[in-house]
């Protein structure tokens, strides 16, 4: 009985409810981080730091349509992302998924040197402004224009505020396509393809359409990340960068986007912050219980070397503690409990039977 | 193709189909006709080919020889999704929902065929969209009383009982229009009682202008239901005509029981 009564009706009210929630939370920290990171740091940094990990949640919100609505996997992301930013670079200045085209790309613009630097990079990007029509006649630097040309040249800030707007833009897209006809088609070919095909979805196209959709945002977010940092260099759109988003949706709660935000600014922060700045840690850590220096150095260098694997050991661990994601879809849930009180019959029933 | 037969008298004519895997003979060379309009029966014994034969229909397997023409159109080596575009609608043997969407979804993706919105419309949620998605809620609710599961509506298919799961595979199946409903054992494993309720339903489905071909092996609901059987017993056809005809047939007799020493 109450199974029943968990599972029926309300269901989908109260992950509304949990959504509007973790979405009432996400936004004001959005708001209130930009104010307290600069008056407690008195800089910028942090700022340009949520900005990258923006770019981030942006993609892992592309993946998800992937991974989570059609249960694909993807492990060519990054190429998308790619062409997103040497699109903006080279467009701006003066542009089949699979783990192959995942390579080929960044080795393609490794070597088309003439038009992409090589490894030397596209630099000095043009900053993105706003059309003279937006911005209104008494935008400019001459005598009845008041406000200076609007530019993002320079300002964390502004970047900031974009990518927030696109996130937001594309939560709201997202979830306006997995509430459609077409989400209910992924979600029919991730539960059973021959019965999807039955009922007259062509799956081919459906599938393609997932992994279009996906790519799309991947685009988008590198053509930010391009005209954020103004500087598209092949290393940063390396295989490993496909696997971290995809890490990013599977840790965050595959299909359940407030999750997958989630897990992409938890996993940003492990990356890029968290690895990095163990060796450090490590120093200061062996220098305050007052460790000679040169154990200390050691120490810092074993931590160095083993970054992989502490990056491993956390992801490992994080799968174990919450196989389901931080913030699990439903359906997910529901799936691996199944799942779990199906194999703890089968283990009785083996118990009986010997 | 432009003879095109003006409304045929069979929505179904199967001409010599035959299916090998490998060197087995999964349907071999059956030919039958199905008449608009009434309850037609697929029995034999276990493994006889049935629902290789109902597979070769549906386009999820390419037949190796012979043709299908549904409402006179061949459509031999259609894909899936092209022969339920065209109206053909199917239950499976092993009941194959989507486990975890509501029953409500379920229904909603029978629907999905007969829907226009485009991916632009449902990424903006565009009015008519919205509008699509109001009115296949309202239908996909009247498939779902029809079949009598309504108050089940938001709950996951996997969580309702067998004879339910059975009866939300016809009201998706239904959801996608069909002039023709192949329902693959939809009697397997129900009590006396759901069975005298799933011939009620099969006279509803009927009511609707939609044939009925049906695989079964209870006898009850066979003879109870349908108005002409075919037999197939190794691949081949064995026997067809009346409930009465079919039941005296020798050949029928001998593939159920064996042959008489």
Not at chain 2, 33 to 46: D, H, M, S, T, Y
Request: neutral net charge.
């Amino acid at each position: 009985m109450s199974t029943s009564v968990f599972t029926r009706l309300h269901l989908r009210d109260r992950i509304r409810d949990r959504d509007t929630a973790v979405y009432s939370i996400l936004l004001i920290l959005a708001l209130v981080f930009p104010m307290a990171s600069i008056y407690a740091t008195d800089g910028t940094a942090l700022v340009s730091q949520a900005t990258r990990a923006g770019t981030f949640v942006l993609l892992a919100i592309g993946l998800n349509v992937v991974v989570g609505f059609a249960g694909l996997l993807d492990l060519g992301y990054a190429a998308f992302y790619a062409i997103g930013a040497y699109s903006y670079a080279l467009f701006a200045s003066t542009q089949l998924v699979t783990l192959g085209f995942g390579e080929i790309v960044p080795q393609l613009f490794y070597n088309f040197d003439q038009w992409t630097g090589g490894i030397n990079a596209v630099g000095g990007i043009d900053q993105p402004t706003l059309p003279a029509w937006i911005q209104g006649p008494w935008s400019g630097d001459g005598p009845f224009q008041v406000v200076r040309n609007f530019n993002f040249g320079g300002d964390p800030v502004a970047f900031y505020v974009l990518i927030c707007i696109l996130i937001a833009a594309a939560i709201i897209l997202v979830n306006n396509l997995y509430r459609s006809r077409l989400g209910r088609a992924w979600m029919a070919i991730r539960e059973d393809e021959v019965a999807a095909a039955a009922m007259g979805i062509n799956t081919v196209t459906t599938k393609l359409l997932a992994f279009g959709i996906g790519a799309s945002f991947s685009g988008f977010a590198g053509a930010f990340y391009g005209a954020n940092v103004s500087l598209v260099s092949p290393d940063s759109f390396l295989f490993i960068v496909s696997i971290t988003v995809l890490v990013m949706v599977v840790l965050g709660g595959m299909g359940n986007i407030s999750g997958v935000i989630i897990g992409a600014l938890v996993l940003y922060y492990v990356v890029y912050y968290l690895i990095p700045g163990l060796p450090e840690n490590v120093r200061s850590l062996a220098n305050s219980i007052g460790l000679s220096s040169e154990t200390t150095r050691s120490l810092a260098d074993a931590t160095q070397h083993l970054n992989y694997i502490i990056y491993g050991g956390i992801l490992v661990a994080m799968m174990l503690l919450r196989p389901q994601g931080l913030l699990p879809s439903r359906v997910r849930e529901q799936e691996l409990k199944h799942a779990a009180v199906q194999e703890e019959e089968a283990a009785v029933e083996m118990e009986h039977a010997t | 193709m432009s003879e095109q037969p003006a409304p045929a008298d069979n929505i179904l004519e199967l001409t010599d189909l035959t299916k090998r895997f490998g060197g087995l003979v999964a349907v071999d060379n059956v030919s039958l006709n199905i008449k608009r309009g009434e309850v037609f029966a697929l029995i034999g014994p276990n493994g006889a080919g049935k629902t290789t034969l109902f597979n070769n229909v549906t386009g999820l397997f390419q037949p190796t020889s012979g043709r299908v023409v549904f409402d006179g159109r061949d459509i031999t080596g259609s894909k899936p999704h092209q022969v339920a575009r065209r109206g053909i609608a199917r239950t499976f043997q092993n009941i194959r929902l989507f486990d975890y969407m509501t029953c409500l979804d379920n229904v909603r993706v029978g629907r999905h065929v007969r829907m226009k919105a485009t991916v632009f419309d449902s990424l903006f949620k565009l009015p008519r969209e919205r509008r699509e998605e109001e009115r296949v809620t309202e239908e996909a609710m009247e498939f779902l009383r029809f079949v009598g599961i309504a108050k089940h509506a938001d709950q996951y298919a996997r969580n309702l009982a067998y004879g339910q799961q059975r009866r939300l595979e016809i009201a998706r199946a239904l959801a996608t229009d069909p002039k023709l409903l192949l329902l693959d054992e939809p009697a397997a494993g129900f009590t006396p009682q759901e069975k005298v309720e799933l011939m009620k339903l099969v006279k509803k489905i009927l009511g609707r202008g939609i044939t009925v071909f049906l695989i079964e092996h209870d006898m009850k609901v066979v003879m109870g239901i349908s108005e002409r059987i075919v037999v197939l017993d190794h691949g081949e056809k064995i026997a067809e005509g009346s409930p009465d005809e079919v039941r005296k047939d020798v050949r029928v007799i001998e593939a159920y029981l064996g042959k008489s020493a």
